[in-house]
Nanobody, 127 residues
Framework: QVQLVESGGGLVQAGVSLRLSCAAS????????MGWFRQAPGKEREFVAF????????YYADSVKGRGTISRDNAKNTVYLQMNSLKPEDTAVYYC????????????????????WGQGTQVTVSS
C-alpha cells in the first residue's frame, strides 16, 4: 500500500480555479491507478476522476467533465486534480485513492475498488 496526503483545498469564490495535490509515499506509486473522490456533508462519497498507472487513461464524473483535469507526475509521486470554474456544489472533502494495478476498468469509479486513501482536503466554494 501507499500512504497518501492531499493538499490544496481551501475557501474560494465561485468561478475560480483550484489545483489539488496528492503526494504518495512508497515505491509502488508508479504502478498505482489513482482516483479522486469527494464527499459532501450528509452525502455518500462520489467519484470525481481516475487516472491509470501511466496516465494513459482518464475518466471523469459528468459533474466535473470539462472543468476538471486529473494528471500525475510519477517522478514526484504526485497526482493532481485541476478544477476550474468552481461551483458551490463542488463543496466537499476531496480524497485521493490508490490501487496497485495496471487495469483501467469502469469499476474504478467505485470507492471499494481502492485500497489506500488519504485523509482528505476541504474545498469550500462560496457563491
Amino acid at each position: 500500500q501507499v500512504q497518501l496526503v492531499e493538499s490544496g483545498g481551501g475557501l474560494v469564490q465561485a468561478g475560480v480555479s483550484l489545483r489539488l495535490s496528492c503526494a504518495a509515499s512508497g515505491r509502488t506509486f508508479s504502478s498505482c491507478a489513482m482516483g479522486w473522490f469527494r464527499q459532501a456533508p450528509g452525502k455518500e462519497r462520489e467519484f470525481v476522476a481516475f487516472i491509470s498507472w501511466n496516465g494513459g487513461t482518464t475518466y471523469y464524473a459528468d459533474s466535473v467533465k470539462g472543468r476538471g483535469t486529473i494528471s500525475r507526475d510519477n517522478a514526484k509521486n504526485t497526482v493532481y486534480l485541476q478544477m476550474n470554474s468552481l461551483k458551490p456544489e463542488d463543496t466537499a472533502v476531496y480524497y485521493c485513492a490508490a490501487r496497485e494495478t495496471r487495469r483501467s476498468d469502469a469499476v474504478a469509479r467505485q470507492p471499494a475498488w481502492y485500497d489506500s486513501w488519504g485523509q482528505g482536503t476541504q474545498v469550500t466554494v462560496s457563491s
